[in-house]
């Protein structure tokens, strides 16, 4: 077996608050959304409350649950979500500890196996959970939005992407 090395996955977060109670507003409105830069200062809290709920996933994390190509089975080892601030912004990432190197086949399970999480696992699971601050009330960070932006990208395709789009900006 070859030595593990590691691969991240980016994407971007949905973070809501509960809304203020007022009684001349019907309090069943949707949960106003928070920019992602706006509650970067809570990177911290927002992954102790991640790590709790994702206590119960053992050694592996998100691999415990992977049922599917049995290829991607033997060479992704754990892949564990987790939060952390990128440019200023709180972003969902994924760590994966892979065995050799990823076909794209396989990339793209992978990935796709993770957007499915990001849906569906984590993404439905975790944003259910409030998140105390003290600066927003309770806020309910999702791993998901189903926008035409949302994307789940490589460190080294995010940093493609972050280059082009800083290319555009000098044009």
């Not at 691969?7 to 019907?26: A, Q």
């Not at 970067?40 to 927002?46: E, F, L, W």
């Not at 065995?99 to 957007?115: I, P, Q, V």
Request: charged share 35%; hydrophobic share 25%.
């Amino acid at each position: 077996m070859q030595k593990l090395q590691e691969l991240k996955f980016y994407c971007p977060l949905t973070i809501r608050r509960e809304p203020e109670y007022d009684e001349e507003y019907d309090y069943g409105e949707e949960y106003p959304e928070i920019s992602p830069f706006a509650v970067a200062g809570y990177a911290d809290t927002v992954q102790k409350r991640l790590e709790t709920y994702c206590s119960d996933d053992g050694k592996r994390g998100l691999m415990e649950y992977y049922d599917r190509e049995k290829s991607v089975s033997e060479k992704v080892y754990s892949a564990v979500p987790s939060v952390t601030v990128r440019d200023g912004e709180l972003v969902g990432m994924y760590t994966c500890q892979v065995h050799g190197e990823l076909n794209s086949k396989d990339l793209e399970e992978l990935r796709d196996y993770l957007t499915g999480q990001s849906s569906d696992g984590v993404g439905e699971g975790f944003e259910q959970r409030e998140i105390r601050t003290a600066e927003y009330g309770n806020i309910y960070v999702s791993f998901w939005n189903d926008s035409d932006e949302w994307s789940l990208l490589t460190e080294e395709e995010l940093e493609q992407q972050e280059m082009e789009e800083s290319m555009d900006m000098r044009l």
